[in-house]
């Protein structure tokens, strides 16, 4: 049946990237990276415009985009001339802003504005689930790589250093990743709600964890049951799915911060 | 091109400048550092003693002057400031094998070896956040040894820690200076608690006031009052061989021959209030 061939591929899509969300999403949390996100989801738009107008593909154009603003905070912020919230906010609704006006300006393409703020994932193809997974894949390979580095940047950036850690390089790459995983995810939930699913299945597993890679694996759990529960809500009751995605994480992370857990 | 430090040095720190915010905060300040010696950097708040730790450690790059490493030195670093993120689950055993790269001298063995000489084994599991001051600096001693380091760089170790830790904490640098026999740069903006064991004492003020041995046990009143006879034996105060005043900006005013002893008491007076301000 048509109907179920949409919704399965929906499931495969957002497992696929709540599984990466899960990952990064905890150093989103423990390196008060969630601005950071929202900034390169709203630069997605200005890469969605950018990429009509030179008629490439959207998906590249956005990462692309991402890419770009990742690298522009992180040579910025070393010049310490802004606090880095500032920079984000500048960067953050500047890029969003020009997209929107530009994309006014060239009314030759109807693009669904909705389903960029809001997300659109029943609409996904065969081809974007083979990216989100691939591109998925390469995240989790690379996060896997660089884990103790990852790890030892958070703690702190300068023992990192003196032990031997690459600390611009890592970071760097981190942020890159994040960027790649919000282009990527930005297809299912849309630009105003990805960061959402970077932050709050990472925030409903730390109470459950004692370890760094623990919160990981609790965090991308939380991350699918989401994404299943999202979908089935949204099936059930005819709700946008993006947004029923975000409140069945958010409801996950309600009733889990009222489960008693004993601290031993 | 790559200098070796000269006279087996394991670091040498050759007329060294730094400029942060057009301020001269180190002036030609040489310093070498030899192999299996303690040395001590002490000084007023904002001296410049943290800014030498750095350009030792090759965090900053000194204006001028340079910095002049062994090849492959290996440097146990514990820093004056750590907090782990509050959302961050680690187990101290975690946050310690951080230090090093799987297989690279991290087997369990090791690790408890360190934990036991710094007397951490007890907290191994416990969760980074909800260390006390001693146990924290402890922990992060322990990271450093963890790397077998040839010098342990140590900024402010005794941060945070009540003044009888402090003393346990001073004892057990240097038992470590004696089993390991690695060199040790250690800050401490405290004139009062330069530990016996210390071989050379580095006073900073913007440029090196003055370097050298400090004075065995004292019977400074003020040194007894505050710690008593027993904790003594492992500190002692640095009495200053120096003869000549500063400014405000740590620059020296020439002083007048017949003066000297005036001048000298001075800076202790001087070093002394900055102490009792921190």
């Avoid at chain 1, 300068?158 to 890592?170: T, Y």
Wanted: charged share 15%; net charge negative; with cysteine.
């Amino acid at each position: 049946m048509p109907m179920d061939d949409f919704l399965f591929r929906a499931v495969i899509a957002g497992i696929g990237m709540a599984l990466i969300c899960g990952v990064l999403g905890v150093f989103v949390v423990w390196r008060r990276m969630a601005y950071f996100g929202d900034t390169v989801a709203h630069a997605a738009m200005l890469g969605v415009v950018l990429g009509l107008l030179a008629g490439m593909d959207l998906n590249l154009a956005v990462l692309l985009v991402a890419a770009a603003v990742a690298i522009a905070l992180q040579l910025l912020s070393r010049r310490r001339a802004w606090s880095s919230d500032t920079l984000l906010g500048i960067l953050s609704h500047g890029s969003l802003a020009v997209g929107l006006v530009m994309l006014s300006i060239i009314d030759t393409v109807r693009l669904d504005l909705m389903a960029l703020l809001f997300g659109d994932i029943l609409s996904v193809t065969q081809t974007d689930i083979i990216r989100i997974w691939i591109g998925g894949g390469i995240v989790m390979a690379v996060t896997a790589l660089v884990w103790r580095g990852l790890l030892s940047i958070t703690v702190h950036e300068d023992l990192a250093r003196v032990e031997g850690v690459r600390v611009m390089w890592v970071e760097t790459l981190l942020m890159l990743m994040v960027a790649t995983v919000i282009a990527i995810a930005m297809k299912i939930v849309g630009i105003i709600l990805v960061t959402s699913l970077l932050v709050i299945p990472a925030a409903t597993a730390r109470r459950f964890s004692s370890g760094p890679e623990q919160m990981a694996l609790i965090s991308a759990l939380a991350g699918v049951f989401a994404v299943v529960a999202g979908l089935a809500g949204s099936w059930q009751w005819d709700t946008p799915a993006g947004p029923s995605i975000v409140v069945a994480a958010l409801s996950l992370f309600l009733l889990s911060s009222i489960v008693p857990v004993s601290q031993s | 091109m790559t200098l070796s430090p000269t006279n087996g040095s394991l670091l040498q720190v050759r007329g060294v400048s730094f400029v942060r915010n057009g301020r001269k905060i180190l002036d030609s300040v040489d310093v070498s550092i030899e192999p299996g010696r303690i040395i001590t950097l002490i000084g007023p708040n904002g001296a410049g003693k943290t800014t030498l730790v750095r350009l030792m450690l090759g965090l900053d790059k000194p204006d001028s002057g340079q910095v002049i490493r062994l090849s492959e030195l290996i440097i146990g670093y514990m820093p004056q400031r750590l907090a782990v993120p509050p959302f961050m689950p680690l187990s101290v055993e975690r946050f310690i094998r951080l230090g090093v790269r799987s297989g690279k001298g991290a087997d369990a063995d090791a690790l408890y070896d360190v934990a036991a000489e710094t007397g951490i084994t007890h907290l191994l599991k416990s969760p980074m956040q909800g260390l006390s001051g001693g146990e924290h600096q402890r922990v992060l001693l322990c990271r450093a040894l963890i790397r077998q380091p040839q010098l342990l760089v140590l900024d402010e170790p005794v941060q945070g820690v009540d003044v009888g830790g402090q003393a346990a904490l001073y004892q057990l640098i240097a038992r470590l200076r004696e089993r390991r026999h690695c060199a040790i740069v250690m800050v401490s903006h405290d004139l009062h608690l330069v530990m016996a064991a210390t071989d050379e004492v580095l006073c900073l003020n913007g440029h090196v006031c003055c370097a050298g041995h400090p004075d065995t046990v004292s019977q400074h009143d003020e040194f007894l009052a505050l710690f008593g006879p027993e904790v003594q034996r492992s500190m002692a105060p640095y009495t200053h061989h120096h003869q000549h005043r500063h400014t405000l900006q740590g620059n020296v005013i020439p002083t007048p021959v017949d003066e000297l002893n005036g001048g000298a008491d001075d800076i202790n007076s001087n070093h002394h209030d900055s102490h009792a301000d921190g």
